[in-house]
């Protein structure tokens, strides 16, 4: 499976943003996928991760309310609605997926957790 993560641009803060994960080489409806976060010089930070359906998200503390993960299985797809933009959400975003129809919880904040992951889409919020 390759995931190609998009979406990324320079807003303001306040505005939204929406970033899609679309998988090739494979489905992800078997998968839970999680969105990650990094900044130079700090480790790849968790958001957001999803569980196969759909019907069980879990967010980082920082984005609860602000952020919404979603996906739509037929698309083969992953999003990461980002409203009220901070600057502090600046970063590289990367999405990544984990072969299971399991409930994870806070075990899916673990990167090394993941068996997939896609190139990063770079979010920049301006004051």
């Known amino acids: 499976v390759q995931l190609q993560a998009s979406g990324g641009g320079l807003v303001q803060a306040g505005a939204s943003l929406r970033l899609s994960c679309a998988a090739s080489?494979?489905?992800?409806?078997?998968?839970?996928v999680g969105w990650f976060r990094q900044i130079p010089g700090k480790q790849r930070a968790f958001v957001a991760a999803i569980n196969w359906s759909g019907d069980s998200t879990y967010y980082t503390d920082s984005v609860t309310g602000r952020f919404t993960i979603s996906r739509d299985n037929a698309e083969n797809a992953v999003y990461l609605q980002m409203n009220s933009l901070k600057l502090e959400d600046t970063a590289v975003y990367y999405c990544?997926?984990?072969?299971?129809?399991?409930?994870?919880?806070?075990?899916?904040?673990?990167?090394?957790?993941?068996?997939?992951w896609g190139q990063g889409t770079l979010v920049t919020v301006s004051s």
């Open positions: 990544a997926a984990i072969r299971t129809i399991g409930w994870g919880g806070p075990r899916w904040r673990v990167s090394d957790e993941y068996d997939y």
């Open positions: 080489g494979g489905r992800i409806s078997d998968h839970a």
